[in-house]
């Protein structure tokens, strides 16, 4: 079925470790994004890429990497994970950006301990 | 840089009753606006948009107008239903091709 897919949709790890969470989208949508829930932050947005190969930072970029080499994937890296990154993150795409609505992915809750 | 305010939480109405959840935006130019619905466990869905002054968004019973002129994009039920408790977003796309969301409102509709 076409949509976004976001996976694992739960991970405990532990402080220091690299962990990378998925996101991958059937639309052929140009731009994707991710953001972080947090009780009292409500959405924040991470990085986003408005094609392959192309990526930006966004809110709050510190400690996340992401990488775009095909357009329907976009994964995320917590290259050395930190108990404040434990959160909830949700990947979302659209057709072109600014008047177009997003569609969220299902989300993955990151437990860091 | 773009923000948008909205009406904190959480909100309880009995069933039947009228929802008002306020939102306001700051933004260079015309943003589009947006509401989004976001049930316990699951990602963000739209629930309307507006892409212009005056535009009316609507789905499901629900409606939001957009007011240039008081920058706001409220967010109206006539009669809610226990199946609309949720989390409502507020959200404008502002001039960085991005949306900027409000804090969100948590909506607990009681029998």
């Known amino acids: 079925d076409a949509g976004i897919t976001q996976s694992p949709r739960y991970k405990i790890t532990e402080t220091g470790r690299q962990v990378t969470l998925m996101c991958h989208q059937t639309?052929?949508?140009?731009?994707m994004f991710w953001y972080r829930q947090d009780l009292g932050h409500g959405l924040r947005l991470i990085y986003y890429?408005?094609?392959?190969?192309?990526?930006d930072k966004g809110e709050v970029p510190d400690g996340y990497v992401v990488s775009r080499s095909k357009t329907e994937n976009f994964p995320l890296t917590l290259e050395s994970a930190t108990r404040s990154q434990t959160s909830v993150y949700f990947c979302?795409?659209?057709?072109?950006?600014?008047?177009?609505?997003?569609?969220f992915g299902d989300g993955t809750r990151l437990s860091i301990l | 840089g773009d923000s948008v305010t909205q009406m904190e939480g959480p909100v309880t109405l009995s069933e039947e009753a009228f929802l008002t959840i306020n939102c306001t935006y700051t933004a260079t130019g015309y943003p589009s606006l947006f509401w989004y619905v976001q049930y316990p466990g699951e990602g963000l869905q739209l629930l309307l948009k507006a892409t212009k002054a005056d535009d009316k968004g609507s789905n499901k019973g629900f409606e939001a107008t957009y007011r240039k002129e008081t920058t706001s994009f409220h967010l109206e039920k006539g009669s809610v239903q226990v199946s609309d408790s949720a989390v409502y977003f507020c959200?404008?796309?502002?001039?960085?091709?991005?949306?900027?969301f409000g804090s969100g409102t948590q909506l607990t509709v009681l029998p």
């Open positions: 890429s408005a094609a392959a190969d192309i990526t």
């Open positions: 639309w052929s949508h140009s731009y």
């Open positions: 959200a404008a796309g502002g001039s960085a091709r991005q949306l900027t």
């Open positions: 979302a795409s659209s057709e072109s950006g600014q008047n177009q609505p997003q569609h």
